[in-house]
């Protein structure tokens, strides 16, 4: 019985990674929009101190920013939106009448997202290594991914919530209203100290702000909060979005299914 579950899980993790691939969009967005973003932030004058008195460099403070950024955006854009468009094409009657447990079914896309979460990252390090002169230590390197990894539960139960929100055509459009709003205000784009007042206030409360902060600790930037803490707020985010997504699911199973 165990080896049965592994081996639907294969497949259907196979399935997911090829199906992930063909999609050019979901390319786009995990992978080159974080490159096209970093050459604009990232490649300016790439060995300055990215803020006054900083011992950090401009390419070096990109580099994390983008990995979050990176990270947190295949997991809300494969999930709330490949779940959207699943449920407009009615793939889940389809899993509700197939003998694959929805357990295997959800396992899958995480595995696939972590996959090409690291996938991404990689070649962001790569080009921020060879473009803007980003030298880390190997555990460096590794403790950065691995922190993003770590942290992204959040996002994927964000991503499941808002899958099971939005319409398969609307989805585009209320991940992005929603995930880039907060990608400027948590400090990706833009260092925080520089944002409006108002804003600045809110940032460090926002949930890409503490996942931000995973990676720029990596570097040694004083952060708002301990590695721990921000774990812990992440946790938080990652239980509260769960039970939306719980919610949401349950709506739509009732109104397709009662």
């Not at 990176?70 to 709330?80: E, N």
């Not at 003998?99 to 996959?115: E, F, G, Q, R, T």
């Not at 790569?126 to 190997?138: G, I, K, T």
């Not at 996942?211 to 921000?230: C, P, Y």
Request: charged share 10%.
């Amino acid at each position: 019985m165990t080896a049965s579950y592994a081996r639907m899980l294969w497949m259907q993790f196979r399935a997911e990674l090829v199906k992930f691939w063909r999609v050019p969009a979901n390319a786009f967005f995990s992978l080159a929009l974080p490159l096209i973003i970093f050459i604009f932030f990232g490649l300016r004058d790439p060995t300055s101190p990215y803020a006054p008195g900083a011992t950090v460099s401009t390419g070096a403070f990109v580099m994390a920013s983008m990995a979050a950024y990176t990270v947190g955006s295949v997991m809300v854009f494969s999930f709330g939106i490949g779940v959207a468009v699943e449920r407009g094409q009615k793939q889940d009657v389809l899993l509700r009448a197939s003998p694959l447990p929805p357990a295997i079914y959800l396992l899958a896309k995480v595995m696939n997202a972590l996959v090409f979460s690291l996938f991404a990252m990689t070649l962001l390090f790569v080009f921020a290594h060879f473009a803007a002169s980003v030298n880390l230590s190997a555990i460096a390197w590794i403790s950065l991914a691995g922190r993003l990894l770590l942290g992204s539960l959040a996002f994927i139960m964000l991503g499941f919530a808002l899958g099971y929100l939005a319409g398969p055509n609307s989805a585009p459009a209320v991940v992005n209203l929603i995930y880039l709003p907060v990608a400027f205000g948590s400090g990706i784009f833009i260092p925080a100290q520089f944002l409006p007042d108002f804003i600045r206030g809110l940032s460090p409360y926002l949930p890409l702000s503490p996942f931000a902060q995973l990676a720029w600790s990596v570097l040694g930037i004083k952060t708002d909060r301990s590695v721990e803490g921000n774990l812990l707020l992440l946790g938080a985010y990652a239980i509260v979005f769960f039970l939306l997504a719980v919610w949401a699911y349950r709506r739509d199973t009732s109104l397709k299914f009662t």
